[in-house]
């Protein structure tokens, strides 16, 4: 069973910023996709950035775009979410996810357990 395991979250001041990981139990270039969503409390879960792992295009909700940055360290197995300028309402648990082939509607195969950023004002 694939196991995704999130890091790097906590407590910040708006304005800061934060680098949250995502650690694989297999070789990511296995997969087709990588994401991050966030769900704050009371609310459903958003969808926030995706990578292709074959060749690097990225793309963004337009809440985020131009704040955070999604990349991959192949060598460490590793998914990256680098939070720039953030606010309070950026304040959600954020969870990395997987697939290891393309489907409609941004399903995915795989779910890390989260980890919570909060943004104090």
């Known amino acids: 069973q694939v196991q995704l395991v999130e890091s790097g979250g906590g407590l910040v001041q708006a304005g800061g910023s934060l680098r949250l990981s995502c650690v694989a139990s297999?070789?990511?270039?296995?997969?087709?996709?990588m994401a991050w969503f966030r769900q704050a409390p009371g609310k459903e879960r958003e969808f926030i950035a995706d990578?292709?792992?074959?060749?690097?295009?990225?793309d963004y909700a337009d809440s985020v775009r131009g704040r955070f940055i999604i990349f991959r360290n192949n060598a460490r197995n590793t998914l990256y979410l680098q939070l720039n300028s953030l606010q309070p309402e950026d304040t959600a648990v954020y969870y990395c996810?997987?697939?290891?082939?393309?489907?409609?509607?941004?399903?995915?195969?795989?779910w890390g357990q989260g980890t919570q950023v909060t943004v104090s004002s």
């Open positions: 990578i292709l792992l074959s060749t690097g295009y990225t």
């Open positions: 297999e070789r990511i270039s296995s997969f087709y996709t």
């Open positions: 996810a997987a697939s290891r082939r393309t489907y409609p509607g941004r399903q995915y195969d795989y």
